[in-house]
């Protein structure tokens, strides 16, 4: 079962574990507004455990792009189309936001995304390969955040 998620009363539903919960669900509501204010898209989140297609998509670009494996606890994930855009989201334990978004059509707009919630360190699978820039919001405080390019088809 999916769940829009409300920018304007930011919930911790589903976040409660995090020891980051408040601006990891800061973080959750930007990411909903900003599809809401860019492509009138509701942004709905699943618990993880209950959408594993999605995890195991971002799980296969993560590990084939970079050898990367993320090790904290997927909560929960997103998963939709706009203007021929993949776009995956996968939210953790730790206050780890990472999406992927994915043109259909052009092989050179296809990325993935890392945002780190205010007050969590930045995980060891990535300290070394990334450098954050920050980004003040004001539903989620300060808001870390770098990406990669993708190179492979998915």
């Known amino acids: 079962m999916s769940n829009i998620v409300d920018f304007e009363n930011v919930s911790l539903a589903g976040l409660e574990s995090s020891p980051v919960s408040k601006t990891l669900a800061g973080l959750r509501a930007n990411e909903s507004r900003y599809y809401k204010n860019k492509y009138n898209h509701d942004f709905t989140v699943s618990p993880a455990a209950k959408s594993k297609d999605t995890l195991d998509y971002v799980n296969k670009i993560l590990q084939n792009e970079r050898d990367i494996k993320i090790l904290s606890k997927a909560l929960e994930t997103s998963n939709f189309i706009v203007e021929n855009i993949k776009i995956a989201y996968v939210f953790y334990e730790s206050g780890l936001s ?31 390969k990334f450098k954050f820039a920050k980004q003040k919001s004001k539903l989620a405080g300060i808001i870390r955040g770098s990406f990669f390019v993708i190179k492979g088809e998915y």
């Open 98 to 128: 990472i999406n992927v978004m994915y043109s259909i059509n052009d092989p050179k707009k296809r990325a993935v995304g890392f945002k780190l919630s205010e007050g969590m360190d930045v995980p060891k699978e990535l300290e070394v």
